[in-house]
T-cell receptor, first 112, second 114 residues
């Protein structure tokens, strides 16, 4: 079985500051890793994913995440956040072709 | 629009009533998933279909819950004899059968049981 931990339930940060949202997972098999974002009153949207290859993956809106196998982590970072990044962020894992296991989410609040 | 759609978006019902939700996946996707999300939690898997076959059900899915996907296209999730603990956001997602199983989510149906 798999589990996902997101240690920070809420992260307030000022606009243009850097941010890191932490994700750790547990699994007895290899997994694929995802970050989904949920803006207020909207459905979940894929932000980025790690399947294989380079351990650093990037999204089109400036987020990046690094897969660390030894630490079983997939932390999400952005060097400079905008007000529009305010949302809930969910880390998820899936064994090959199977169901997603989501973390409890981190609410990112970007303050002016 | 070719995204996942869900109806209704909101449902308020009295305890003991039955409710049914509908999900229309992306047309070429053969996998369809149902999740439940409560306040402050991530989505929890309920069940999934590959085409019309229901392949897995979570232990969260009590006997009061039933899901169907009769023609391998849209799906319905029915909750019988609703309880206050059923209040949640019910999410539907679909995917192609692919190595990473990337799922595309609908906007959800918010159920409130009074």
């Amino acid at each position: 079985a798999q589990s996902v931990t997101q240690l920070d339930s809420q992260v307030p940060v000022f606009e243009e500051a850097p941010v890191e949202l932490r994700c750790n997972y547990s699994s007895s098999v290899s997994v694929y890793l995802f970050w989904y974002v949920q803006y207020p009153n909207q459905g979940l949207q894929l932000l980025l994913k790690y399947l294989s290859g380079s351990t650093l993956v990037e999204s089109i809106n400036g987020f990046e995440a690094e897969f660390n196998k030894s630490q079983t982590s997939f932390h999400l970072r952005k060097p400079s956040v905008h007000i529009s990044d305010t949302a809930e962020y969910f880390c998820a894992v899936t064994p090959y072709g199977q169901n997603f296991v989501f973390g409890p989410g981190t609410r990112l609040s970007v303050l002016p | 629009d070719t995204g996942v759609s869900q109806n209704p978006r909101h449902k308020i019902t009295k305890r003991g009533q039955n409710v049914t939700f509908r999900c229309d996946p992306i047309s070429e996707h053969n996998r369809l998933y149902w999740y439940r999300q409560t306040l402050g939690q991530g989505p929890e898997f309920l069940t999934y279909f590959q085409n019309e076959a229901q392949l897995e059900k979570s232990r969260l899915l009590s006997d009061r819950f039933s899901a169907e996907r009769p023609k391998g296209s849209f799906s319905t999730l029915e909750i019988q004899r609703t309880e206050q603990g059923d209040s949640a956001m019910y999410l539907c997602a679909s995917s192609q059968r692919s190595i990473d199983n990337e799922q595309f989510f609908g906007p959800g149906t918010r159920l409130t049981v009074l």
